[in-house]
């Protein structure tokens, strides 16, 4: 089954308590994504991927690292996580980056962080 | 830059009535795609439909349809003979640079 995985899916953290949340596909998509979700502000994107080692800032990186070291996965990296960070996570893929043309993004099911 | 502005923060509507979800939007790009994801209370996001800028006709899919007014800048949902599985949050998203920008989302509450 196509699908993106992220793990893990709820995680209540500390301050300062370095943690990360996997993210895989096997759908062989070049381009992957992470959201965040708050309350009234929908979801942001914080990094991109468009293939293997190739990363970017999206509208709110800080705080936050990212790595694609293969192509199916796409790790979010929280050094020191701090009580603004807590929301929920998505990771997404897709063939190619968007752009003017149909390209449907799969989105995993989310990550519950909550940040103490 | 690309900006989605969803002005119904909830709505609410029978069961097997219809409703209409508003969405509005605003780029320069004169090739854009429109999607509306559904995330009910479990929080995974679901894809309902899509809509491209040079689509003639309006995206269907079951009961789900969209009403692309281009000049207007809108592209509302229509969901038809609503059903008590359809209470979730509900997304209006375009296409931007590398990304999908997202409205902040309306919810909808579905009565017996």
């Known amino acids: 089954e196509a699908q993106v995985t992220q793990n893990p899916r709820y995680l209540i953290t500390v301050t300062g308590k370095k943690l990360t949340v996997t993210c895989s596909q096997n759908?062989?998509?070049?381009?992957m994504s992470w959201y965040r979700q708050d309350p009234g502000l929908g979801l942001r994107q914080i990094y991109y991927?468009?293939?293997?080692?190739?990363?970017d800032k999206g509208d709110v990186p800080e705080g936050y690292k990212v790595s694609r070291k293969e192509k199916r996965n796409f790790p979010l990296i929280l050094e020191s996580p701090s009580p603004n960070q807590t929301s929920l996570y998505f990771c997404?893929?897709?063939?190619?980056?968007?752009?003017?043309?149909?390209?449907?993004?799969?989105f995993g099911p989310g990550t519950r962080l909550t940040v103490l | 830059a690309q900006k989605i502005t969803q002005t119904q923060p909830g709505m609410f509507v029978q069961e097997k009535e219809a409703v209409t979800l508003d969405c509005t939007y605003d780029?320069?790009?004169?090739?854009?795609?429109l999607f509306w994801y559904k995330q009910p209370s479990s929080g995974e996001m679901i894809f309902l439909i899509y809509?491209?800028?040079?689509?003639?006709q309006n995206a269907t899919e079951g009961r789900y349809s969209l009403n692309f007014q281009k000049a207007r800048k809108s592209a509302n949902l229509v969901i038809s003979a609503s059903q008590l599985g359809d209470s979730a949050m509900y997304f209006c998203?375009?296409?931007?640079?590398?990304?999908?920008?997202f409205g902040t989302g309306t919810r909808l509450l579905v009565s017996p």
């Open positions: 997404a893929s897709s063939l190619w980056a968007t752009g003017g043309s149909y390209n449907e993004q799969f």
């Open positions: 759908m062989n998509h070049e381009y």
């Open positions: 991927s468009m293939n293997v080692e190739v990363t």
């Open positions: 780029t320069s790009d004169p090739s854009y795609g």
């Open positions: 809509q491209g800028s040079y689509d003639q």
């Open positions: 998203a375009m296409e931007g640079f590398q990304k999908l920008v």
